[in-house]
């Protein structure tokens, strides 16, 4: 399979611990990106890389969170000090940069108790 | 900041019956995207449409963007109980192209029934 990975597929966590998150995007797309879904809403954009330069952050993307794209191949985000309203579904997406269209893994469903 | 609104928000209908779910925006979009999204699972790519006007099929399904590519309809003939799931459309916009990440609506839940 081809396609974009994520790793974990569930995680739960304590309030207060970190947790990361691991994405390989198609092998053959510059770019990656984070998404934030919650229950009954459409993913929300975080940050995005371009190979390994993160071009864009939204103002969702708190201090508690940070990603990264060493070598512009797999990526990582990482949450410190979880909070509750932290839970939610991470999506990671990736593409080239001359089309449009961006393929999704199957997320990383986080949970904060 | 390009909002996309979608709706309905939720439908339900019988299986063998037809629906249109829209999306609309204020903003002009170089191109619109449609996902289709199962419980626990991510986003599936549909269809892109790029050409204001432009109409793509899909087996039973319809996409068609405006010709001010500011809003899509996507149209389900004789639905399905596997058409079931979040219809997300989603667009880069035309003055953010090449830059952009996709900005997504809400999401038309559509529940078929048998």
Known sequence: DTGVSQDPRHKITKRGQNVTFRCDPISEH??????????????????????????????????????????????TLEIQRTEQGDSAMYLCASSL????????????RLTVV | TQLLEQSPQFLSIQEGENLTVYCN?????SS???????????????????????????????????????????HITAAQTGDTGLYLC????????????????????????P
């Open chain 2, 90 to 113: 989603a667009g880069s916009s035309r003055e953010d192209t090449g830059r952009r990440a996709l900005t997504f609506g809400s999401g038309t839940r559509l529940q078929v029934q």
């Open chain 2, 32 to 74: 619109l995207q449609w996902y289709r999204q199962e419980p626990g699972e991510g986003p599936v790519l549909l269809v892109t449409v790029v050409t204001g006007g432009e109409v793509k099929k899909l087996k039973r399904l319809t996409f068609q963007f405006g010709d001010a590519r500011k809003d899509s309809s996507l």
């Open chain 1, 30 to 75: 510059n770019r990656l990106y984070w998404y934030r879904q919650t229950l009954g809403q459409g993913p929300e954009f975080l940050t995005y890389f371009q190979n390994e330069a993160q071009l864009e952050k939204s103002r969702l993307l708190s201090d508690r969170f940070s990603a990264e794209r060493p070598k512009g191949s797999f990526s």
């Open chain 1, 97 to 108: 940069a001359i089309v449009p269209e961006a393929f999704f893994g199957q997320g990383t």
């Open chain 2, 25 to 29: 925006s204020s903003s002009v979009f």
